[in-house]
């Protein structure tokens, strides 16, 4: 299975930690997204698997698909058949890096974009927040505070925002449907769909002081881990406000706690934190102004597994027509 | 002044006991409403005064019209001037009902419909806070939880607004942007600009039982108070969340506390509470699945003023054409 599809393709599909049925990759599911494919593909058999079942090495063996999360990455590592794809059901990939396990032959996708309008909805939500001061009401509650601050609407501020991938444009969007003005971060500074501006990264100190409000929607790698650290949340305006879509290590937390504690930045919203499930000793819990929720600004039961198995199926028909795959991750970069 | 205008206009304004600039009616402001009208009016005198002002009786007896929100209604029943128009800053009247004090000659105008694009915004965050299970997470947050809910996307569900006037149609506006399917309730069942279908009061039994998210954006009245009671929150479906965008008294707070402690309801976020500002002591603070935020949905000091301003001047040009003035209160409804 190199730039031509066999004439039986075997898919093997993961079993996740979750028992959440909205997150199984199931028979009926993929029979479905191959009934959306609007040409031909070849007959397929489908088997689910655990993560941690002794015949992983067999089944690897005999599969030219493995779909999932949780990769076993040494068995896929010593695997010799013809496996050709990895589609994996999350948009990051740093649970699994180096990729060094990764065999040549064996290309690795993400299910990047999936996220999209579920996103968009938790950015809206987010940048509201934000602006109508609900870190604080959230933390005058906890005080049993009665304690109004003024805001006007929303329209006209600058959202500035780090990553422009899926989830980076789900972000724009959102800023874009409530009128604000949206600059994107990425390495290049190459235009980005979505974005009114897009700034490379060396120069993203001035976009970050000029902001009110600054979102994470970028992966996690080794040059992005810790760069919202005290200097980067002193450069933010004051009164300025924050949010993470990413990974929770993007983030120094005891910087954004002191951020918050000090009054400098407005409030903070975080979907991810370090580690996940945040323990109940952690002390982010009370920090004034901030809201924490426990990484569920992607979920999406309903359509979540559909729209990565299309991306499956896109990804089947480019093999077959010898183009390059759709959100391929690059084994260096590791994104 | 009764259907024509005077050849000199004399407007007297209330200084609000909030002393946040935004919230006051200025010169400028009123000079700058006065220049956006785009046909002539008469000049005018300015006169701003404390509500408790010694000489309120005489600035009353040589005004035409008087703006703001604590009218002193001992002093307007006894005036015997040309007083024609009381043009309030506030959308709601029930701080100053029963009407008895309103002397036969002069007509109550309000607010409403200033509060639209602000309370718009407020309206989707708070709806997208009841779908995505923020008050869980500000309540798990309060407990050091990582307690994660599955949400999907939010379209398709279903909203019941209570109230079609203006802040009942920003309500509305919110929902369709978000794809909800909305109904509102009035008391005749008329039918809405906004609402995809309005059911009548005494009929809003059924609508109650179907909607995933109610909303209270009507005025308080005898009729309306304590309306949302045990009865009406057990009429709910498991699981549908609540917002109160309305007045406190609204609702009886006990009867939402005993709804979600239950966990009948999933969640519910006020606006207003009983009283204002709800002291240290209320029991509410505490209760799960409760977000509760300071009397804020409203405010826009960016534009509120000005707004209420161009509502004047609309009527003014109402009232030389011998047309019925926008907003008007009806003396007995008292809305």
Redo the contacts between chains.
């Keep these: 299975m190199l730039s031509s599809l066999p004439s039986r393709l075997r898919l093997l599909a993961l079993r996740p930690a979750s028992q959440?049925p909205?997150y199984q990759v199931t028979a009926e599911k993929v029979a479905a997204a191959f009934g959306r494919s609007t040409s031909p593909l070849p007959p397929y058999e489908f088997r689910l698997i655990a993560p941690d079942d002794p015949e992983m090495e067999a089944a690897l063996a005999r599969a030219d698909v493995l779909i999932g999360s949780s990769v076993p990455t040494e068995a896929v590592a010593a695997t010799r058949g013809a496996l050709g794809l990895i589609q994996l059901t999350s948009a990051g990939v740093d649970h699994l890096v180096p990729l060094d396990w990764l065999p040549a032959g064996v290309e690795l996708t993400s299910a990047s974009g999936v996220h999209g309008?579920?996103v968009m909805?938790?950015a809206?939500?987010t940048l509201?927040?934000l602006?109508?001061?609900?870190p604080h009401?959230?933390a005058?509650?906890?005080?049993?505070?009665?304690?109004?601050?003024?805001?006007?609407?929303?329209a006209g501020r600058g959202l500035l925002v780090f990553g422009t991938g899926g989830i980076g444009k789900a972000v724009a969007d959102a800023g874009r449907v409530?009128g604000l003005v949206v600059t994107g971060v990425n390495r290049s500074g190459a235009v980005a769909p979505g974005f009114q501006r897009v700034v490379p990264t060396l120069l993203a100190a001035e976009a970050l002081g000029e902001a009110d409000f600054v979102v994470l929607a970028m992966p996690l790698t080794p040059e992005t881990r810790g760069m919202m650290d005290r200097d980067a949340f002193a450069r933010m305006k004051p009164g300025a406000s924050f949010a993470n879509f990413g990974r929770g290590p993007l983030v120094d937390q005891e910087a954004l706690a002191a951020a918050l504690e000090s009054g400098h930045l407005g409030g903070a919203v975080i979907d991810v934190?370090t580690p996940?499930?945040?323990p109940?000793?952690?002390p982010l819990?009370?920090v004034p102004g901030l809201?924490?929720?426990?990484?569920?600004s992607c979920?999406?039961?309903?359509?979540y597994i559909d729209r990565t198995l299309d991306i499956l199926v896109g990804n089947l028909h480019r093999r077959a027509a010898g183009l390059p795959l759709m959100n391929r991750i690059d084994r260096q970069r590791a994104y």
Excluded at 131 to 134: F, M, P, Q, T, V
């Design positions: 959440t909205a309008p579920k909805e938790w809206m939500m509201l927040m602006h109508g001061h609900l009401y959230a005058a509650q906890r005080r049993h505070e009665w304690s109004p601050r003024e805001s006007s609407t929303i409530l934190a996940e499930p945040l109940a000793s952690s819990w009370a809201i924490i929720t426990p990484h569920v979920d999406d039961p309903e359509t």
